[in-house]
């Protein structure tokens, strides 16, 4: 059974830093994407950034250059690294594991995810 726990979440002003950790358990996919996805009140689910079995890395436009996601293979855990935050970044931030890669950020492929953590950026 898949098992994602999001932390990290919280509150800051704009121009600050949060860094969101996934800790992933129980999946054996040779080939897989994992990725951070956020939804804001009103507003459809949206992949922010995700990565592939073969560390292939990709950025939604809205945080390229602000956010890094990184792996620790040791600690099978993934996490997303926000720096420079906006207000327009203020979500409830999924993490989400698939098997198979390819298409790593679209929303529709995912049927494991965590519970979600807030963050909220105050201008």
Do not use: H
């Amino acid at each position: 059974q898949v098992q994602l726990v999001e932390s990290g979440g919280g509150s800051v002003q704009a121009g600050g830093s949060l860094r969101l950790s996934c800790a992933a358990s129980g999946f054996t996919w040779s080939r897989y994407c994992m990725g951070w996805f956020r939804q804001a009140p009103g507003k459809e689910r949206e992949g922010v950034a995700s990565m592939d079995s073969f560390r292939n890395i990709d950025y939604a436009d809205s945080v390229k250059g602000r956010f890094t996601i990184t792996k620790d293979n040791a600690k099978n855990t993934l996490d997303l690294q926000m720096n420079n935050l906006k207000p327009e970044d203020t979500a409830m931030y999924y993490c989400a594991v698939k098997p198979r890669s390819g298409l790593c950020r679209r929303v529709s492929l995912y049927d494991n995810w965590g519970q979600g953590t807030q963050v909220t950026v105050s201008s």
